[in-house]
């Protein structure tokens, strides 16, 4: 197993651990409600979940880029599956919000670990054993790889769930612990020199990383663009993405927890898809601007929808439809990063990313789970998915700044367009040559600022 390409060992660790997670998602709010909290508490508790992961984006980010991704990984696993047990003892002890949001807070924790870890490691690793393989590619495939395992999870969540709610909290805690196992082998630092790090030297390199990631996100105005982007898309998802359980089974007037699960395997089913036409939309489209164009506005349009229909079936073709188009967006974002980020400082740019999407995560999770409460969840998706056509502008600007980032190299052509990689008016400006290129040269070519 340690001889396994970089790219399958991605793929497995990245299923492993997807599939652990994926297990509660579609009945994570329903437990919740069972164990005695209102809607809103039920989002304050996220909220709690999600300000932890803002909260150590930056420390974790520091491990990664010292100790090493792999360390930063393991630890990820062994915290969440102490917290999913967690989850278990506190609502078995009668629940309450304090009890759920403290365990909530170290269970972001858990994720921050694994946040830009494990994607720095796959690129780091790619760029050591000489691939030339499109990241735009590798990481649709492994999106494809972590929608199967979402898929899976959710829908034997449902099940399971329907059972008893704990029973997929306790499932989640041996996949992760077979997630551990498998990175123990498997997963090495190559490509990257691991450095030692004191206790003492922990805030003076948290204040290093800070810098590095402004001087290499924030500074870079493609970056810094996508980052606000992730702050209004990512802040709704948060939301959106545990909203649904409770409000389709009110629209199906049905109190059927498999159904919970057999929605989100759809929409898991939906986001793979959406990884799919990545690759072959890719060969048609020059730039990974306009693909988050079209993403951002099927999103917006879809959420708002959810929320004005009564119908269960048009709500859960208008979440296949949003599902699809995050599916498209979530790679394409990743590889536009990755190309404008150096190689040491990719695991924590990728978290600052992450801690903008999660910042925007808590207010979105407080302000539209206090208006479930007062009002209604569908006002929830009409308020928030009017509030994500704000990513629009900014896509726009990202698309205006252009540069190497953001080019796409297909190979075929399509009529003159906005959106063909071949046959483009020369004004366009991009290389209509097909080829594939590694991320570093392009990093390279933004720093130089191409």
């Known amino acids: ?24 998602w579609g009945v ?49 696993v062994v915290v969440l599956a102490v917290t999913t047990i967690g989850y278990i003892l506190v609502a ?12 909530s807070v170290v269970m972001g924790l858990g994720f921050t670990f694994y946040s830009g ?10 760029a050591y054993t000489g691939s030339t393989a499109s990241m735009d590619s590798v990481f649709a495939r492994g999106s494809i790889v972590t929608g199967g395992a979402m898929l899976v999870g959710t829908l034997v969540g449902g099940f399971l769930g329907d059972v008893d709610l704990a029973l997929p909290y306790a499932v989640r805690s041996i996949f992760l612990v077979a997630a551990f196992g498998v990175a123990w082998i498997a997963m090495r630092d190559i490509g990257f020199t691991p450095k030692a790090l004191r206790l003492s030297g922990v805030l ?28 209004v898309q990512w802040g709704f998802i948060s939301w959106a993405f545990y909203a649904w359980q409770p409000y389709f089974l009110e629209l199906l007037g049905r109190d059927a927890i498999w159904v919970a699960g057999a929605a989100a395997s759809l929409i898991a089913g ?34 708002v929808g959810i ?38 400082e990719r695991a924590s740019v990728v978290s600052f990313d992450s801690m903008f999407g999660n910042g925007g995560g808590i207010g979105f999770q407080a302000g539209l789970g206090w208006l479930a409460r007062a009002q209604s969840i569908e006002l929830g998706y009409v308020v928030g998915g009017a509030v994500t056509v704000v990513s629009l502008p900014l896509l726009a600007a990202l698309r205006r700044a252009g540069g190497a980032a953001d080019r796409i190299v297909g190979r075929t052509a399509g009529i003159e367009s906005a959106c063909a990689a071949q046959g483009l008016p020369h004004v366009s400006g991009v290389d209509a040559v097909p080829k594939l290129s590694g991320a570093l040269p392009v990093a390279a070519a933004v720093r130089a600022g191409d």
């Open 204 to 231: 003076p390199e948290m204040r290093s990383v800070l810098q590095r990631s402004i001087a290499f996100g924030w500074q870079v105005a493609p970056v810094r663009l996508v980052m606000f982007v992730s702050l």
């Open 307 to 344: 929320g004005l229909t009564d119908s269960f079936a048009i709500a859960l073709g208008l979440f296949v439809c949003f599902g699809a188009a995050m599916g498209v967006g979530g790679p394409v974002k990743q590889a536009l990063l990755h190309a404008s980020i150096p190689s040491d």
């Open 270 to 303: 939906s986001m793979i898809v959406g990884n799919a036409i990545v690759e072959w939309l890719s060969r048609f489209c020059g730039r990974r601007s306009t693909l988050l164009l079209w993403a951002a506005g099927v999103q917006s349009a879809a959420a």
């Open 92 to 103: 078995r002890a009668g629940g309450g919000l304090l009890p759920f949001a403290a365990v």
């Open 28 to 76: 994570n709010t329903l437990f919740l409600l069972d164990a005695g909290l209102d809607i809103f508490g039920v989002f304050l508790a996220n909220a709690a979940f999600t300000a932890g992961m803002v909260v150590f984006e930056v420390p974790t980010g520091v491990l990664a880029d010292t100790v090493g991704r792999r360390a930063s990984f393991l630890w990820s």
């Open 1 to 24: 197993m340690t001889r396994l390409p970089p790219t399958v060992t991605y793929y497995l660790i990245s299923g492993l651990f997807t599939l652990a997670a994926a297990l509660i």
């Open 117 to 126: 870890a494990v994607e720095a490691w796959l690129v780091d690793a790619l």
